[in-house]
């Protein structure tokens, strides 16, 4: 299986790539205690050969897209970097939706601004208003992208039937969906992907760290291949579909080689038979 991802037909992405949300502080809220650390795992993450960094303007929020920023401006050639709008977030760590047009327009320029950038690769709707049609919502990006300050168009938390809707009016090239070996409730979203050639983005794909601690089918393929937990959790998405573009999270140097290294494990048709 390719170890690229083509996205958009334009952009050639390693298929591991990085949720950058961990950077910031308890509960995704403010700077983190090390700022210094966070710079030096984005900085690690690019050295590891990672060139998707995926993040959002509720970040922090706003923090985490300074952060990337401050780590990586002026970016190496070939870096995609991925930011989303549609989510607020409170103090008291709400996650509330707003997909009015104008604000989608206000986050995307903000994110162009805090990012350093004239144009954003991949800018992604982060979850359906349910008091916004979502043509109304992508309808907006769709402008943004005429304009040249965005290139690509995708899709966060979505079905497949908003994602069908949204792809009438504007070209979508990904989705990014809750999915991991423990949580598959959007295999029909990731087989519409398939279907389509549309990039899959899976976040928590480790579930929220879960996979790490538990025992079973896990462990047992683990201690086979000699192989971290995570590790096999991560090479499992990348084997279970083509258009898989896993973004672990860390703000740990050390989970971050970790989770990076997944990418070298193979797995035997016996161990993803285990796994599934």
């Not at 040249?148 to 792809?167: D, Q």
Request: aromatic letters at 4%.
């Amino acid at each position: 299986m390719a170890d690229t991802f083509l996205l958009g037909g334009d952009l050639e992405v390693n298929r591991l790539g990085f949720g950058a949300m961990r950077l910031c502080g308890p509960r995704i809220l403010g700077w983190p205690r090390d700022r210094e650390n966070a710079l030096a795992v984005l900085r690690r993450a690019v050295e590891l050969g990672v060139n998707l960094i995926d993040t959002s303007n509720a970040y922090g929020p706003e923090i985490n897209e300074h952060q990337i920023a401050e780590a990586l401006h002026p970016y190496r050639e070939g870096l995609v970097i991925a930011t989303k709008g549609g989510l607020r977030r409170t103090r008291s760590g709400g996650w509330p939706e707003d997909g009015r047009p104008e604000k989608l327009r206000e986050a995307c320029e903000g994110s162009l601004a805090r990012l350093r950038l004239d144009r954003i690769d991949l800018y992604q709707l982060h979850a359906p208003d349910p008091k916004v049609p979502i043509e109304e919502s992508v309808g907006e990006l769709a402008r943004l992208r005429e304009e040249g300050k965005i290139r690509h168009v995708g899709l966060s938390n979505v079905s497949v039937g908003e994602l069908e809707r949204a792809h009438r009016v504007v070209p979508v090239v990904s989705v990014q969906n809750r999915y991991s070996l423990a949580e598959r409730s959007s295999e029909d979203v990731l087989q519409a992907c398939e279907h389509e050639g549309l990039a899959f983005l899976p976040w928590f794909p480790l579930a929220s760290g879960s996979l790490t601690r538990q025992g079973g089918p896990v462990d047992q393929v683990a201690e086979t291949i000699g192989a971290t937990r995570a590790q096999v959790a991560l090479a499992w998405l990348l084997e279970h579909s083509p258009v898989m573009l896993p973004i672990p999270g860390t703000s740990s140097l050390e989970h971050l080689d970790e989770n990076v290294a997944a990418r070298d494990v193979d797995l035997s048709d016996e161990d993803v038979a285990v796994l599934s």
